[in-house]
């Protein structure tokens, strides 16, 4: 097989990468002087960089590559589908047979009332698409002053001005004049940070009734709905006590309000099951789907919606929405072809039965760690928490991630994609992970906590 990768000497590309490209989420000054790391290749769960070293991809890319690297169907696929039929739109009374039969397959897979598709490119625009629908739903049965969507603080949901805004990161609504009008927040149910001396379960109680008292605040008739993700991923996957979902629901099924889940990394098995919301308990009338339902080979993202109000909207005339590349063609076929290997390689069972329940007790282990607060997972997503004194859980003197940053580059160093949020420690690998991948995986992030741990004694920072 012909490996020759034909480019520039990585010197050059990182020349001209600070010269010229804009990166997201960086500080790109900081980055040019630094030199960007440059992946040139990956397979199964591997990355290989511009120098040829190897890495372990304990993210799944961005939380996205699923089935993995390197699945040729998924190219076969596309290059079929651009050669009948590359482009052509769903407005105007069209359609296509890639995009009728992902949605027809979305609505099997989806919980039994949701059986509509509204598609985007991105997470961010399916989210842009759902903070519209809901409102122009409720105005559509007479209820317009019903406009308010509550969502959480530090929770994610892109970077579009109608998903930031729903996003509760303080970071991003300092910079661009956000949020937008009639988004509120409630706190997290983020226990290890906020719970102080409280009873998880109890915790978990008290954040989900938050809702309860912003929509008594709002006044129900002002309210649309909900939004969360069922665990939060770019938050620092936070699992919720058991206690909150099932609060969470009772609430919005007392009251006159939707639910929005936004499954853009818990949907397409990353937690054992179809979707998060099957794991957690939860019945949305709308999920938010991206990055695993193609699992990031090509961008697609949509909304999966409830009969009822695709019903309503349905019969209210036009919804004078939509993008160029909604239901795009290739992206469909693509999604649709991982669908079919990921149900059936049997990769949710898989996770489900195998991997999630070999990490959860391999990565449990970290916790005796002498850095480490906390480790959890639930599915195959993962964290630990960087801390100075585990029964304080105390932060680290100094800016806020300082450590988390230090450990991602002993990761990185020792052949590992590790995130850090602050200082906590994330993982969210390929669901087609093994469990010897995931002894390399535990044995790697050991690694880089000893020598995190080491470095902070050498300083004098413990
Ligand atoms: C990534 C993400 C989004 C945004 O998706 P993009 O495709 O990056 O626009 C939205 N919601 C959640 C929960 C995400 O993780």
Known sequence: MNKITNHLPTAELQALDAAHHMHPFTANDELAAKGVRIITRAEGVTLTDSEGKKYLDGMAGLWCVNIGYGRKELADVASRQMQELPYYNTFFQT?????I?????????APEHLNHVFYASSGSEANDTNIRMVRHYWASKGKPSKQVIISRHNAYHGSTLGGASLGGMAGMHAQGGLPIPNIA?????????????????????????QLEAKIAELGEDNVAAFIAEPIQGAGGIIIPPETYWPEIQRICDAHEILLIADEVICGFGRTGNWFGSETLGIRPDIMTI???LSSGYIPIGGSIVSDEIAAVIGAAGDFNHGYTYSGHPVAAAVALENLRILEEENIIEHVRDVA?????????TLADHPLVGEANSIGLMAAIVLTPDKATRAKFKGDEGAVGLMCREFCFANGLVMRHVGDRMIIAPPLIITPSDIDILIARATTALDLTYEKLKADGLL
Do not use: M, T
Not at 95 to 99: A, G, I, Q
Not at 356 to 364: D, I, M
């Open 95 to 99: 359609s296509h047979v890639p995009v």
């Open 290 to 292: 991206a990055k695993g």
């Open 356 to 364: 999630a329940p070999y990490l959860a007790e391999k990565w449990a």
């Open 185 to 209: 927040y409630i706190d997290q149910p983020h226990w290890y940070d906020e719970g102080g001396d409280s009873d998880p379960a109890e915790f978990g109680l008290e954040r989900a009734r």
């Open 101 to 109: 039969a992902l949605s027809a397959k979305l609505a099997e897979l």
